[in-house]
């Protein structure tokens, strides 16, 4: 059971463009949602998280939106480069005592052209 | 500063065969978690370790079993190799239930 859905699977963006990944979510439980970045033959690492009391978050030229009612969050990436082409994840996890599982969603592989 | 160390990065199975994949975290750090990662379907959490001592199933624990050795270490087995478990493999860690997750950079394992 996939619990949460992202979109689009890919997305080739020019340089200097706005890039735009968006994800869905099921369990209204979810309390943590962060996003990957992943390069090419390395792990994926954390760019940037929100919790569901705020609804956005920026850092530099990464903001997450976040829709509470509609159980969406979005990753727009201002003033895209190439150096940003990469596979992106979004996903969301329970903060509890039980090892916060995080359920990824399916990946979006960004190319940005120069 | 290592972080997450994962052993080996590549390795080629035969059907049937067994092997360890081993995952050790320099953070002292109380959760680990073993994810796949196969081309449109994401990272799939495999098992998970919230604390020392207690492991739990993920989302596709079949065919795969753990021991989370000690604080320090959470290793991943597969008894009987199969090709449905051609996969890159990520170990990873958290602090405790929330927060960052930090992973080591995978173990590609091929089942021919």
């Known amino acids: 059971q996939q619990q949460v859905k992202q979109s689009p699977q890919s997305l080739i963006v020019q340089k200097g463009g706005i890039s735009i990944i968006n994800c869905a979510y099921e369990n209204t439980a979810f309390d943590y949602f962060p996003w990957y970045q992943q390069f090419p033959g390395k792990g994926p690492a954390l760019l940037i998280a929100?919790?569901?009391?705020?609804s956005e978050k920026k850092e530099g030229r990464f903001t997450i939106s976040f829709n509470k009612s509609a159980k969406q969050f979005s990753l727009h990436i201002m003033d895209s480069q190439p150096g940003d082409s990469a596979t992106y994840f979004c996903?969301?996890?329970?903060?509890?005592?039980?090892?916060?599982?995080?359920?990824f969603g399916q990946g979006t592989e960004l190319s940005v052209k120069p | 500063n290592a972080g997450v160390t994962q052993t080996p990065k590549f390795q080629v199975l035969k059907t049937g065969q067994s092997m360890t994949l081993q995952c050790a975290q320099d953070?002292?750090?109380?959760?680990m978690y073993w994810y796949r990662q196969d081309p449109g379907m994401g990272l799939r959490l495999i098992y998970y370790s919230a604390s020392e001592g207690t492991t739990d199933k993920g989302e596709v624990p079949n065919g795969y079993n753990v021991s989370r050795l000690n604080k320090r270490e959470f290793s991943l087995r597969l008894e009987s190799a199969a090709p449905s478990q051609t996969s890159v493999y990520f170990c990873?860690?958290?602090?405790?239930?929330?927060?960052?997750?930090?992973f080591g950079e995978g173990s590609r394992l091929t089942v021919l």
């Open positions: 929100i919790r569901p009391d705020v």
């Open positions: 953070m002292n750090h109380n959760s």
């Open positions: 990873a860690s958290r602090l405790q239930g929330a927060g960052e997750l930090f």
């Open positions: 996903a969301a996890s329970i903060a509890d005592n039980q090892g916060g599982k995080l359920i």
